[in-house]
């Protein structure tokens, strides 16, 4: 399962961040790791952006960056 397909409310914890370069960095730059929790907290209607909590942070994550992010 990705980030995009988690359930808002939900609590999840990262599996893998698939993708390479820049894309990897930028999401390992925003603190999500292999092993993180993060709280989903709101999808965007049409699902971009999905904005979560990450160590305490709200952030928002474009729908293809979240695509990335495997979960658990």
Known sequence: M???????????????IEGQGAVKRRIMDMGI??????????VAPLGDPVEVTVRGYELSIRKADAQMIMVE
């Open 2 to 16: 990705t980030l995009k397909d988690a359930a808002v409310g939900s609590k999840v914890k990262v599996v893998k």
């Open 33 to 42: 790791t292999k092993g993180i929790e993060i709280l989903i907290r709101k």
